[in-house]
């Protein structure tokens, strides 16, 4: 599976924007997806995830009532919507996949990582 993210860019505060994750492979409707981000200076963490049909999602504290993820298996594409963007949010944004849910829950080993897109957020 390889994974392609896309839609950073240079946003206001209390701006929106919206990442996509687009994935090849047969088997990305099968696995858990979600999105983590590095800020300059800091460790990678992790941002939201959602199951492999879209029943359950979970969300960083820092961006919950925020971020919205969801999935479309047809297009192979896991969507971020980030609204009410803030400065604190600036950081290169990863979309992961896994087989469990774990790896986003827990921690543990993403299965496939794609190249990240940046997100800058001026006040």
């Known amino acids: 599976v390889q994974l392609q993210a896309s ?37 990678r963490e992790f941002v939201a995830f959602i199951s492999w049909g879209g029943g359950s999602a979970d969300y960083a504290d820092s961006v919950k009532g925020r971020f919205t993820i969801s999935r479309d298996n047809a297009k192979n594409t896991v969507y971020l919507q980030m609204n009410s963007l803030k400065p604190e949010d600036t950081a290169v944004y ?30």
Not at 37 to 43: H, N
Not at 105 to 119: F, P, Q, S
Request: glycine letters at 18%; a positive charge; proline letters at 4%.
């Open 7 to 43: 839609g950073g860019g240079l946003v206001q505060a209390g701006g929106s924007l919206r990442l996509s994750c687009a994935a090849s492979g047969r088997t990305f409707s099968s696995l858990a997806v979600g999105w983590f981000r590095q800020a300059p200076g800091r460790e």
């Open 94 to 123: 990863f979309c992961a996949a896994a087989i469990t849910p774990r790896p986003f829950l827990a921690g543990g080993d993403i299965n496939y990582w794609g190249k990240g897109t940046e997100v800058t957020v001026s006040s």
